[in-house]
Structure formats: structure tokens, C-alpha cells
């Protein structure tokens, strides 16, 4: 180990003593490590972007359970006739199961119309439980959500987002209390969901309620998890309790999470770095050619040098270890000077870029950035320096020591 220290200290003398020679031989390792660096960097920080984006957007420890409506025979897509339904009793036996896990909401939505007053109203009409308020991005601003007893007593009670009170008054609050016809029948208006931008006209009333009231309900099972590390083991609990309730088995049903939109966008980011990667690793195959080039050349400057040295004793694996060493100090002082450079490209490009076109993502440089550059500066050192290196180990002594 120390004979190695050693000859890398051979090693920086002689690029000491060519700093010009040896910085435009390793300019294409530079070059090219700056590069890979700067697609690392912002392949890192779009996925983090894009990982917070996902999560801002998409509860990402959501489950969802529902039967499936087509099958394929044949390599033919048919309908499912009698589809299995998820009932209120299996549902609820489900959320007892994972009460400390998550919480659990039957519910199914269509478009339709209702009636208030003398006007008629498009809605987005949902049938969900007392939880379905947990579970949901939105929150009760004027009123209140309905209850469990709404849910088992099967009370014609609704909840309306703040858009559609809009639209039947000119006070939102007001409306409380007062009724609306949905399926001919009257319900009264509990709460007033909190305005959101973009909002759409919304109702929603007890899932018991509307599957009274609309025939082929197929409510689908939602779980918002607690720990979206728990998801795929709930997932194949499910297709067990599947499998033990219903006939046809959890192959009738799909049970999905949001999980997979993540690795869809880390996998297309990990394209992007492998393709971009290779692109730029061509600089650093030019570099690893600047290498071996300029070893080329110390081997022949340090013709006599290395005939004293075997002359005096040195074996060929001394002259070897000598020559790597050299080529593995001058491939890791391009990569870490590239390293720099690059990280303080990209950090510099990237609030210029936010600034002109308005993005929001930023840079960001992992720990596996790092090792790439420390494995890339060990490879092109010893894949450029071993020809250099075995060029110097045979050479005769005698011959070598008349070499002027």
C-alpha cells in the first residue's frame, strides 16, 4: 500500500512538472465528466420535482379496489355480466381490519341532474361514506359532512361544493337547510364544501342512499394508508379476503395504487440520464484517449529513467503499478476538476432557465452522482493506462538505458 502511495506521488510530480501537456490530455475527461455530471444533476432534480409534484397532486399512499367490467376470452375483451359488488359489509369489516393502517371509503360517482328551485343542474354526483371527507382533498366550509348515522339510517342529507350554492344563491351560507330534488326525491342540504379554484358543481350523498336509488352500483374501495410503505402488503391481503368472499376471486376485481405513476416518471428519468449519459460519455472516451497519450509519450521521455530502474532491481510489476498509478491520479484529477465545473454549471443554468421560461425544478447532485465520477475515474484510469503501462514494463533495461 505504501509502494502504491508512493508512485502516486511519482505520479503528481510528473503532472506538476507538464501541467500544460496534462491538462489538454485529460480536457476531454473534463469536458465529458462536466457534462455527465450537469445530466445527473438535473435528472435528479426533475425526479425530485417531480416525485413532490406527484405528491402535492396524487396522494401517492392511496388504494383502490374495484370489480372489473370487461375480462379477456380468447384474446377478446367482453363484458363481465353479474360483476361481484363490493358491499357495504365487506367494506366496513375492511375498515375495521385496517383501522390503525388507514381509512377506508366505499363510494362511486356519475353525472347527474337535480333540481332546485325552478332550475334544473348539472352535478357531479357522488355516493360516499362518513369518511369519504378523510380521505379527500376537500374540507367543510359552511355546515357539516355527514355522519355514520346519515349513512345507516339511510337519510336523504347532501353535501354541495361551493360552486354549485353559488350558482342557487347569491349567499352560499343561506342554503343550508333547504332541499334540492335528486332521483324525484327531496335532500336536504347539511354542508357546503370549502371554495377551491377550478371547482366543479359537486354533490355528494350516503353511499346507502344512492345505491338504493341506482341500479348496477359498483362502488369502488378507497384506502388512504398511513404509510405508503404498507401498500403492497395490503394489496395481497386483499386479493386473500378477495379470494375468501366472492367466488371468482380477487382475478375479478383490480386493486391499484398510485405507486406506479412514480415508477413510470423514475424510470422515464432514468432513460433520460442512460441516453444522455452515453452521449456525453463519448467526451470521456476522448479523454481516456488523451490519457493513454500522453503516457505514451512519458514512457518514451522516461525511456533511460525506467532502464536504470529495472536496472537497479525493479521488477515489471513496479513499472506497472508506477504507470497506473499515474494514469489513475490523472483520469481522478479530470474528473474532479470536471465534477466542479459541472456542479457549478448546472447550478448556475438552472435559475437562469427558471427565470427566462418560468419552470420550478432545480439541480440536485446524489450521492450516486458521486460514485459514478469516483467508478469513472478509476475505469478510464485503468482501462487507458494499462497498455502505457505494460509498453513500459517490457522494455529491455540495456536497450532502455542506451536511449537518448
Known sequence: MSYFIKSVLIALQNIRANPLHTFLSTLGIIIGVAALVGILALGDGLEETGRRQLANTTSLNMLSA??????????????????????????????????????????????AEVGYGDSLSGVYLYGGSEKAIRISPDS???????????????????VISYKLASQWTEVPEEILGHSFLLWGKEFSIKG?????????????????VYMDNE????????????????????????????????????????????????????????????????????????????????????????????GIRKA???KKKDIVLQFMA????????????????????????????????????QAAVSSGTLIVILVLGLVVGVV????????AAQLDPIDAIRHE
Open 215 to 306: 341500479k348496477e352500483v359498483y362502488p369502488t374501495l378507497r384506502m388512504k394508508v398511513t404509510n405508503a410503505e404498507d401498500i403492497p402488503e395490503i394489496q395481497e391481503e386483499l386479493k386473500l379476503l378477495f379470494d375468501e368472499k366472492y367466488e371468482e376471486g380477487h382475478e375479478a376485481f383490480t386493486i391499484s395504487s398510485n405507486e406506479f405513476r412514480v415508477e413510470q416518471f423514475s424510470k422515464g428519468i432514468l432513460m433520460f440520464k442512460l441516453i444522455m449519459g452515453a452521449i456525453t460519455g463519448i467526451s470521456v472516451l476522448v479523454g481516456g484517449i488523451g490519457v493513454m497519450n500522453v503516457l505514451l509519450i512519458s514512457v518514451t521521455e522516461r525511456t533511460k529513467e525506467i
Open 312 to 314: 537497479t532491481g525493479a
Open 66 to 111: 374495484s370489480s372489473n367490467s370487461t375480462k379477456v376470452i380468447n384474446e377478446v375483451r367482453v363484458s363481465v355480466e353479474n360483476r361481484p359488488v363490493i358491499t357495504s359489509e365487506i367494506a366496513d369489516e375492511i375498515s375495521q381490519k385496517y383501522s390503525t393502517r388507514g381509512i377506508t371509503d366505499l363510494g362511486t360517482s356519475r353525472t
Open 326 to 361: 499515474e494514469s489513475v491520479t490523472i483520469a481522478f484529477v479530470g474528473c474532479i476538476i470536471g465534477a466542479v465545473i459541472g456542479i457549478l454549471g448546472v447550478f448556475a443554468f438552472v435559475p437562469i432557465v427558471n427565470a427566462v421560461a418560468g419552470f420550478g425544478f
Open 140 to 158: 367543510v366550509q359552511f355546515g357539516s359532512f355527514i355522519d355514520r348515522s346519515d349513512v345507516l339510517n339511510k337519510k336523504y342529507a347532501a
Open 384 to 391: 487507458f493506462g494499462t497498455y502505457p503501462a505494460w509498453r
Open 192 to 208: 357546503i364544501l370549502q371554495e377551491k379554484e377550478g371547482d366543479a358543481p359537486r354533490i355528494l350523498v350516503p353511499i346507502s
